[in-house]
């Protein structure tokens, strides 16, 4: 009796192994982001903003691509610049997927920087990458619309005022959706893979 | 002529093992490379300082012939995702330790650059210590 337990345990034991095995092949678990997912989507701020070359920039004219949008300006020497470079190794990544993605950088710092100043501060990365200013009140809307936090703050430093303000990487989906945000020091490769995976899922 | 060579060499022998002794246990700066950047905009240059010695050390100074000026930064990453930047009057280095400046914390940030830093040339940047004293370092233009 105690031996026939044993052996019904032992069978049961293996189909249950069994089972997890076939699940695991048959349906792949889903693809996991390394960002911030939202989810259910939100929908993203829809904003408009002149560019250097006097056209309108409209995130809406954007659907069908996947955006990646960076808020700083044009003094910070190492965040913004290391994300910008972060930009660049994405786009080098997705290699023929890189048409499907924009990267945006728009300023939280408009009394310094013209949008010739973020224009040039961006296409010294990458001749495709669009820098955006524009008026405190345009762009306003803009910071609200994405949760952005900027403060101005005087520091003694040679630089004049230095800018605190939010570091991540907002990443709008071909529908236009706020779909991931990425937090400051994630890595390239990471980003890469999830943007990837957004491209691919259209 | 015997008696006025004997304390010469003596000395220079002495120098010897000391200079010997004391190169590979002084403060030393490794791994610098300097951010791409244009002129009239800010750059960044990271390195790593390696204190072997038993004393603390201080970096107390930094210049650099590139910009109208150069200052140590410290940027900070909040839970909220918020950087800031604040600049270092001092940066302090513990015996037997090494403090690495890089992206998103520690960084020489030069200010107003007044020529543009192409990947592939070079930025000359001198750190005055405490201890140590001036170490002038050659960056690197370009990520490593
Ligand atoms: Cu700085």
């Keep these: ?202 | 002529m015997r008696r006025s060579i004997y304390p010469f060499t003596a000395s220079f022998v002495l120098t010897i093992i000391l200079v010997g002794c004391s190169s590979p246990g002084e403060l030393s700066i490794s791994q610098a490379w300097a951010r791409p950047a244009t002129a009239g905009n800010n750059g960044a240059v990271y390195f790593m300082v390696e204190n072997p010695t038993s004393q603390e050390d201080a970096l107390i100074n930094v210049r650099s012939r590139v910009a109208d000026a150069a200052e140590v930064h410290l940027s900070i990453v909040s839970e909220s995702g918020v950087v800031s930047m604040e600049p270092q009057e001092t940066v302090h280095f513990a015996p037997d330790s090494q403090v690495e400046f890089a992206p998103g914390g520690l960084h020489v940030m030069l200010i107003r650059l007044n020529q543009d830093l192409f990947e592939g040339d070079v930025v000359e940047l001198i750190l005055e210590f405490e201890r140590a004293g001036e170490i002038e370092i050659m960056a690197p233009i370009g990520e490593p």
């Design chain 1, 1 to 202: 009796m105690k031996q026939r337990t044993i052996y019904l345990i032992n069978i049961a034991a293996m189909l249950g192994l069994l089972i997890v095995v076939a699940v695991t092949v048959f349906f792949p678990q889903p693809y996991e982001y390394q960002g911030s997912l939202i989810e259910p989507p939100a929908d993203s701020y829809a904003f408009a903003l002149t560019k250097e070359d006097g056209t309108t920039y409209r995130l809406q004219d954007q659907q069908g691509k996947v955006v990646l949008i960076f808020f700083g300006y044009a003094n910070c020497p190492d965040v913004c610049p290391t994300t910008l470079s972060d930009f660049k190794k994405i786009q080098g990544q997705l290699a023929d997927q890189a048409d499907q993605v924009e990267f945006v950088f728009i300023t939280i710092d408009p009394e310094r920087d013209t949008p010739q100043d973020i224009e040039n501060y961006v296409s010294a990365f990458d001749p495709s990458f669009v820098g955006l200013s524009g008026s405190v009140e345009e762009l306003q809307s803009v910071w609200d619309g994405y949760f952005v936090y900027r403060a101005k703050v005087e520091s003694g430093s040679e630089a004049g005022y230095l800018m605190d303000h939010t570091a991540r990487v907002y990443v709008i989906d071909q529908q236009g959706n706020l779909r991931l945000t990425f937090p400051f020091g994630m890595e390239a490769d990471a980003m890469a893979a999830d943007i990837a995976q957004l491209v691919d899922q259209n």
